[in-house]
């Protein structure tokens, strides 16, 4: 098993399924196929998801995530994570919440 497959284990399958679940319900689409709706939910969720990851390694940044370390969450490497993502650090990052 490949270090990608072992980050999707029975799991999280299952939290994958019960999200697209949700979501094609929420998006209420007209179309009669079970397929099409879980494709557009599928759709919606790696969006979403695509979405946060800049300011997700915005706050790892913060939080003295190693480059490197980032790299092999992402399944990548130091590099293409420094290229795709350290210019935005600043701009992304979220707010410090105080206590």
Do not use: H, N
């Amino acid at each position: 098993m490949t270090e990608r497959e072992d980050i999707i284990d029975e799991e999280t399958s299952y939290v994958i399924d019960d999200a697209l679940g949700v979501i094609a319900l929420v998006q209420r689409l007209p179309s009669d196929s079970l397929a099409a709706k879980d494709l557009q939910a599928a759709v919606t969720l790696a969006r979403a998801a695509r979405s946060r990851l800049a300011r997700l390694v915005a706050d790892a940044r913060d939080e003295q995530t190693s480059w490197a370390e980032i790299g092999r969450i992402l399944g990548t490497g130091r590099f293409f994570a420094v290229c795709r993502y350290g210019p935005f650090g600043r701009r992304r990052r979220t707010p410090i919440e105080l206590d």
